[in-house]
């Protein structure tokens, strides 16, 4: 645990810096020139301007004299960022100049840490989930064991959700919020040159990406170099004929694609730009760049013919129009029964994919989903199984062999199961 706390304190001090928190380097005995001087007029901290004075503690350590030790430096630093806070003390400086201090009080004293940075969390949302790492590493070493777990497990982190997944895996990744394009930018500025790719789920499993958020994933991922991968396992064919891609306009450099790919038979495939498809062909690319695709069934003749068939099927006029005005219909439909039963639920997702969740909170990201009653849900689906609806554990993935009669049968059965979890 404590490895891994030290890894993200290591990256947040690195994410803060890369967002205008621009201090954090001077604990790094870093030797460079560093920014250019502000308006100091000495060492004694005297500055015009607010910003001025905010950089002023931000300078590396040479400039404060060599003979200073790295206490003293901690120590003018602090004393320096204290000043921003009294001179401007309703300003973004001082917010940010609080969180400094914070960071640097961690070890030396925790308590007067927790308060600077509580302080400036309401003003600061951008550096919420960071000021909550720190906050937690303070409780730690203030002894808060169970505290600081709290505060941890409201960060976004990788979590297994399977036994047998290696803590190297998980300690591999990074994990930023959906639906949080700022979250997503800052981590990607921060890792770029670490980073192998981006890799969403455009539509994430029930929760459609709210306005922007691709493009600005798509163009964060551009202008740092990295490559966007999209997850289309579930979308691809699904949402459109081109997938998520097509539907919500967004390109990503790679996609994976399963499931409706195959019709129903084991069949998946990778797709992107032809550079980077090109390291699948040791003769584009040679023995060192050469990526070795294969596997016992890929390619498999009759999984190909289904798919081929499906793609046929898909490509009729009117398919994905029939497909949509279905899932519109039954999505209306079992938001009408919830509202009329005053159950809260939110009714999430697109309509070729969806789902209800049980809660009155709009249901943005994954966690939003957890916040739904899973109680409530299994009865109702147990319900349903009861009245001949099978649906899995979550979500209604609608088909163009749906019929009228499947739409009236399914709202007859919601009508009664709804009027029996009232009961
Ligand atoms: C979004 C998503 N990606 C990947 C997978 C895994 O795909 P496969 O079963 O082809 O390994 C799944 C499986 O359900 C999925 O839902």
């Given at each position: 645990?404590?490895?891994y706390?030290?890894?993200w304190?290591i990256r947040?001090?690195?994410?803060a810096?890369?967002?205008?928190?621009c201090g954090f380097?001077?604990?790094?005995d870093?030797t460079?020139?560093g920014?250019s001087?502000p308006s100091?007029?000495?060492?004694?901290?005297v500055?015009?301007k607010?910003?001025d004075?905010?950089?002023?503690?931000?300078?590396?350590?040479e400039?404060?004299?060599k003979a200073l030790?790295k206490?003293?430096v901690?120590?003018?630093?602090?004393?320096?960022?204290?000043r921003v806070?009294?001179?401007?003390?309703?300003?973004?400086?001082?917010k940010r100049a609080?969180?400094?201090?914070?960071?640097?009080?961690?070890e030396?004293?925790?308590?007067?840490?927790?308060?600077f940075?509580?302080?400036a969390q309401?003003?600061?949302?951008v550096l919420?989930d960071?000021i909550r790492?720190?906050t937690?590493e303070?409780?730690m070493?203030?002894?808060?064991?169970k505290?600081?777990?709290d505060?941890f497990e409201s960060i976004?982190?990788?979590?297994?959700d399977s036994?047998?997944?290696?803590?190297?895996v998980?300690?591999?990744m990074?994990?930023?919020?959906f639906n949080?394009?700022?979250a997503?930018?800052?981590l990607?500025?921060e890792?770029?040159d670490?980073?192998?790719?981006v890799?969403?789920?455009p539509?994430?499993?029930?929760?459609?990406?709210?306005?922007?958020?691709?493009?600005?994933?798509?163009?964060t991922t551009?202008?740092n170099?990295v490559?966007l991968?999209?997850d289309?396992?579930?979308?691809?064919?699904?949402?459109?004929?081109?997938?998520?891609?097509?539907?919500?306009g967004?390109?990503p450099d790679?996609c994976?694609?399963?499931?409706?790919?195959?019709?129903g038979f084991?069949?998946?495939?990778?797709?992107g730009?032809?550079e980077?498809?090109?390291?699948f062909?040791k003769?584009k690319v040679?023995?060192?760049?050469?990526l070795?695709?294969?596997?016992t069934?890929?390619g498999n003749?009759?999984?190909?013919?289904?798919?081929?068939?499906t793609?046929?099927?898909l490509?009729r006029?009117?398919?994905?129009?029939?497909i949509?005005a279905?899932?519109k219909?039954?999505?209306?439909?079992?938001d009408g029964?919830?509202?009329?039963?005053g159950?809260?639920?939110?009714?999430s997702g697109e309509p070729?994919?969806?789902?209800?969740?049980?809660?009155?909170q709009?249901v943005r990201d994954y966690r939003?989903?957890?916040?739904?009653?899973?109680e409530?849900m299994r009865?109702?689906?147990?319900l349903?199984?009861?009245r001949g609806?099978?649906?899995g554990?979550?979500?209604?993935?609608?088909?163009l062999?749906?019929?009228?009669?499947?739409?009236a049968?399914?709202i007859?059965?919601?009508?009664?199961?709804i009027k029996?979890?009232?009961?």
């Amino acid at each position: 645990m404590h490895d891994y706390l030290h890894q993200w304190v290591i990256r947040n001090l690195v994410l803060a810096a890369s967002i205008g928190l621009c201090g954090f380097a001077l604990l790094s005995d870093q030797t460079s020139a560093g920014p250019s001087s502000p308006s100091m007029s000495s060492d004694s901290g005297v500055c015009e301007k607010e910003e001025d004075c905010f950089q002023a503690a931000a300078m590396p350590k040479e400039r404060f004299g060599k003979a200073l030790n790295k206490e003293q430096v901690l120590l003018l630093k602090l004393d320096r960022l204290q000043r921003v806070m009294e001179r401007f003390p309703a300003t973004i400086w001082a917010k940010r100049a609080g969180v400094l201090s914070g960071v640097l009080l961690l070890e030396r004293n925790p308590a007067v840490a927790i308060q600077f940075l509580r302080a400036a969390q309401r003003d600061l949302p951008v550096l919420d989930d960071y000021i909550r790492l720190w906050t937690g590493e303070a409780l730690m070493n203030l002894g808060n064991a169970k505290q600081a777990a709290d505060m941890f497990e409201s960060i976004p982190q990788a979590v297994p959700d399977s036994a047998g997944i290696p803590k190297s895996v998980r300690d591999d990744m990074i994990i930023a919020p959906f639906n949080d394009a700022e979250a997503v930018d800052a981590l990607v500025r921060e890792h770029k040159d670490d980073l192998a790719g981006v890799i969403v789920e455009p539509f994430q499993r029930i929760i459609p990406p709210e306005p922007g958020f691709l493009a600005a994933v798509r163009k964060t991922t551009a202008d740092n170099g990295v490559p966007l991968i999209f997850d289309e396992v579930v979308t691809g064919f699904r949402l459109a004929y081109g997938g998520a891609q097509e539907y919500y306009g967004v390109v990503p450099d790679l996609c994976t694609l399963g499931k409706v790919i195959g019709g129903g038979f084991p069949l998946a495939a990778i797709a992107g730009k032809a550079e980077i498809m090109a390291h699948f062909d040791k003769s584009k690319v040679g023995d060192e760049n050469y990526l070795v695709q294969i596997g016992t069934l890929s390619g498999n003749p009759v999984a190909a013919a289904a798919g081929l068939a499906t793609m046929a099927i898909l490509k009729r006029p009117g398919a994905y129009e029939r497909i949509h005005a279905t899932g519109k219909e039954l999505m209306a439909a079992l938001d009408g029964l919830l509202r009329q039963a005053g159950i809260p639920a939110q009714i999430s997702g697109e309509p070729p994919l969806w789902d209800v969740v049980f809660t009155d909170q709009k249901v943005r990201d994954y966690r939003g989903t957890l916040a739904g009653d899973p109680e409530l849900m299994r009865r109702f689906n147990l319900l349903l199984r009861e009245r001949g609806i099978l649906k899995g554990e979550s979500k209604y993935y609608i088909s163009l062999a749906h019929t009228d009669d499947d739409i009236a049968f399914t709202i007859d059965a919601w009508k009664d199961a709804i009027k029996e979890l009232k009961a």
